[in-house]
């Protein structure tokens, strides 16, 4: 069931990962006609809202206070009472120390219907991504959540004496600001000083730093690392643990930032296997695939594609789009049944294969010239062939046919035209550890597009020969050229180049 006009969902995003949102969460935004969400959102998850959806902030913001409490209720009643479908979205799980509580009493005073969805709290996946089990069988059988915002010496309603004895693992909330005057109350009442903590800073996402350190030294500890909010703090002897199981931050790319530069509709999978190994990923598209499928030559080379001898592809988005021109002509692959079909670099060729069609050649090197060489044994003279491709496409391909006595018609399927980037993007990729190029297009519209160039202290990896050209004859120095010309190649080329760089 999805979002129902007239209902406040109380919705939990989870502590920061993407991934750690639930489906019914991410089910409920995309179908909310109104959003009100907080600071402490995942990257990414307001995204997922319908593009006409009313947006709210209501977290704090710099120099303006926050709206009050009772204006958050007010704005979620008065929605839902306008039949809209309400998402309240919060950090982590809306009933731990998320005032979710308050907000469905407001709503059932109102006799607004409302649904809670709860969330992954950062109190057990901070610690879970920093290799500390919460509870474990031989060292915590319980757990207590504490919030420490209090000022412990003010009087606060927290029973320090009893959380200095409890008989299991602490883990306090919002405490790092008053961390020296916690760790002093608990061990004045009787915790072991010498007992495993840690405090964990932005706990799941890509920027995840933990300080270790036993609880009479962690506030020393974390602000000579300036450990700032949000961060969990924990301790009990699970803390130890992490010595063992720590396994996010020894993820070869943790915390460095990569800025990927392709096309958006194409940057996400390159974007996800860099996070999977623990990169920061900046999403800069500096170009845009602009489709010409319906050009009179596209439409002409489509109608009579029977009678090429010879169809080459030089890009998966050749191949997708040369596809999307036969549907459009009502036309399946079966039209290349004749044809021998060749494809530059394995992405182009795993494209065709997506759609029914073997390659017949696929040249080790994914550049024109490679192809040209493999083509060698193959009977041209005289015969039709086919170049689909980008329309700024080299000419190495046609040319070389051509030299060899083919008729050979080129037509462009797309274009790659300037994409507008994001100023906060461009803010952040001056601050990156790799800058990544895909194509020679990439690399001249990301001069342009960002003024200053390849920020000094970035490594540029490029993904070939001629997107490594592309960059020098645009001034920029390539650190790394990968091997395979492809995007698993190129993720492999930045992996070695970080480790030898780990490794000094
Ligand atoms: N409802 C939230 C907690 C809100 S209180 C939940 O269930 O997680 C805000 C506090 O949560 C912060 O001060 C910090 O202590 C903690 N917190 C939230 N996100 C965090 C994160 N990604 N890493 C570490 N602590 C986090």
């Not at 059932?108 to 649904?115: C, I, Q």
């Not at 919460?134 to 320090?160: C, I, M």
């Not at 550890?433 to 160039?453: H, K, L, M, Q």
């Not at 920029?476 to 050229?481: A, F, K, N, T």
Request: aromatic share 4%; charged share 25%; with cysteine.
């Amino acid at each position: 069931m999805t979002a129902r006009p007239g209902v406040v969902y109380l919705v939990g995003a989870g502590p920061g990962d993407p991934g750690l949102m639930t489906l019914r969460a991410a089910e409920l935004l995309a179908g909310a006609d109104t959003v009100l969400y907080d600071r402490l959102i995942p990257d990414g998850a307001v995204a997922r809202a319908r593009p006409d959806a009313e947006l709210v902030y209501v977290g704090k913001r710099p120099g303006s206070p926050e709206l009050a409490q009772r204006e958050v209720e007010e704005l979620m009643i008065d929605r839902a009472r306008a039949g809209r479908a309400v998402v309240r979205l919060k950090g982590g799980d809306p009933f731990v120390f998320g005032r979710g509580g308050e907000e469905a009493e407001a709503l059932a005073k109102a006799g607004v219907e409302f649904e809670v969805v709860p969330g992954v709290t950062a109190g057990v996946a901070a610690p879970a991504y920093a290799g500390i089990p919460v509870t474990h069988r031989d060292q915590a059988s319980a757990v207590a959540f504490v919030a420490g915002h209090e000022d412990p010496a003010k009087g606060s309603t927290l029973d320090w004496r009893a959380l200095a004895d409890f008989p299991g693992t602490l883990v306090l909330y919002m405490g790092v600001k008053r961390l020296a005057e916690i760790a002093e109350r608990l061990i004045a009442n009787g915790r072991d000083g010498a007992e495993p903590a840690v405090a964990v800073e932005r706990g799941t996402t890509a920027a995840q730093r933990t300080v270790s350190a036993p609880l009479a030294e962690l506030p020393a500890a974390a602000a000579e690392a300036g450990i700032a909010p949000p961060a969990i703090v924990l301790t009990g002897p699970v803390a130890a643990r992490r010595a063992t199981i720590s396994w996010l931050e020894r993820r070869p790319l943790h915390r460095s930032t990569v800025v990927v530069t392709r096309a958006r509709a194409q940057a996400s999978g390159l974007a996800a296997t860099l996070g999977a190994l623990g990169a920061e990923v900046i999403e800069l598209p500096v170009i845009r695939i602009v489709p010409r499928i319906d050009s009179p030559e596209v439409r002409e080379a489509v109608r009579s594609i029977h009678a090429y001898a010879l169809v080459c592809l030089t890009s998966p988005n050749g191949a997708r789009l040369l596809f999307e021109a036969l549907a459009d002509a009502g036309r399946d692959a079966r039209a290349l049944a004749n044809a021998t079909v060749a494809a530059i670099g394995p992405g182009t060729a795993a494209a065709l294969a997506e759609r029914g069609v073997r390659a017949d050649v696929v040249p080790e090197r994914s550049v024109a010239e490679a192809l040209v060489e493999a083509l060698g044994d193959l009977e041209v003279e005289g015969r039709p062939i086919l170049v689909a491709r980008a329309a700024e496409a080299r000419d190495v391909l046609p040319q070389a046919l051509r030299e060899r006595g083919a008729q050979v018609d080129v037509v462009a399927l797309y274009e790659t035209a300037l994409e507008e980037p994001d100023p906060e993007a461009i803010e952040a990729a001056l601050e990156a550890d790799y800058v990544t190029f895909t194509s020679s297009s990439t690399v001249r519209n990301f001069v342009e597009a960002v003024r200053g160039g390849v920020p000094e202290r970035a490594r540029v990896v490029s993904i070939g020969p001629v997107t490594s050209q592309a960059a020098r004859e645009a001034g920029i120095r390539v650190d790394v050229e990968a091997e395979r010309h492809d995007l698993d190649g190129l993720v492999e080329a930045l992996l070695a180049d970080a480790r030898d760089l780990k490794a000094g």
